[in-house]
């Protein structure tokens, strides 16, 4: 059995209840959204926090009297901190890599495309399966920007098309146009730990390293390609609408996520001026815009 101490407070706040459970032993701290505000993909070396956050405190079964000293303290500090809802429960002792593995099941994007965890069997017919773990990068396929994408590519396969994946994350996308008839992809990311999980997931899937090259944006070769991913965010989607579009063919087309719905016509309005035919898809409060690259480009 574990202890665990719950308990509600402000970013503001992060530090000093964090290192007064750090100091009492606390065997891991975690922290989750209090308010259902997303924090998307940071920038490298940016750790951003919600407003609002649950702390989750957890002890061993024979820490009660150090569980017991800490919430003393967060109870001395309730109001200095803007601490509430604190409470105390028990957790049974699981085997927590067969928790977590349940939690990620085969999910499938369009008619044909599938994403299947290591550990599950996929079938043997024509389904168009991507092996894929949950990792440190983004882009497994649970969030709606990327099951925009990945539906957008089963019903438009980019048949011996040229392909950047801008903003690679995990390489989902790069993976899923190479398995659905891309010629060659360029997967670029500005942060390293997205190429490295890109080159895995690349290996992972047989896919042969001519194939998808990674680089950092700043490396990329200069190309005109066939079809522009870029499942980022707004802000940077808007200030890179230049460049995007100048790396797509004219005639080529352009897919771009990672937008809310409050945001589409921002993008809108910028990406009128490089593209025609602009179309947008929506799951939830996210947004997919498609467009042609203009033949003066």
């Not at 699981?94 to 593995?101: A, D, I, K, S, T």
Request: hydrophobic residues 40%; proline residues 6%; contains cysteine.
């Amino acid at each position: 059995m574990w202890l665990q101490l719950i308990c509600q407070s402000t970013k503001a706040f992060e530090s000093e209840i964090s290192e007064g459970a750090e100091n009492l032993g606390a065997v891991s701290i975690t922290l989750s959204d209090a308010a259902d505000v997303p924090v998307l993909e940071p920038l490298p070396n940016e750790t951003p926090l919600w407003d609002e956050i649950i702390f989750t405190l957890l002890f061993r079964e024979d820490q009660q009297t150090e569980l017991e000293a800490l919430k003393k303290l967060l109870t001395d500090n309730k109001e200095n901190w803007q601490i509430s809802h604190i409470r105390q429960e028990n957790l049974k002792d699981q085997q927590w890599e067969r928790v977590w593995m349940d939690d990620f099941h085969p999910m499938k994007f369009g008619q044909n495309l599938w994403i299947y965890p290591s550990w599950s069997e996929a079938p043997n017919d024509d389904s168009v399966v991507i092996k894929l773990d949950p990792g440190l990068a983004f882009g497994t396929g649970t969030h709606p920007t990327t099951a925009l994408c990945l539906e957008w590519l089963d019903s438009n396969p980019p048949v011996n098309q040229s392909v950047i994946d801008y903003g690679c994350g995990s390489g989902v996308l790069a993976i899923a146009a190479i398995k659905l008839g891309a010629k060659e992809v360029t997967a670029t990311d500005i942060d390293q730990q997205a190429l490295t999980a890109t080159l895995n997931n690349q290996l992972n899937n047989g896919i042969p390293a001519e194939k998808i090259r990674s680089c950092f944006p700043d490396d990329m070769p200069t190309l005109k390609v066939d079809l522009m991913l870029a499942n980022i965010l707004c802000g940077p989607l808007v200030s890179l609408a230049p460049k995007l579009c100048a790396s797509t063919k004219p005639g080529g087309q352009i897919v771009l996520s990672g937008v809310l719905k409050e945001q589409q016509a921002m993008l809108e309005e910028v990406y009128q001026n490089y593209c025609h035919d602009i179309q947008f898809a929506t799951s939830g409060d996210w947004v997919r815009m498609t467009g042609i690259v203009n033949k003066t480009q």
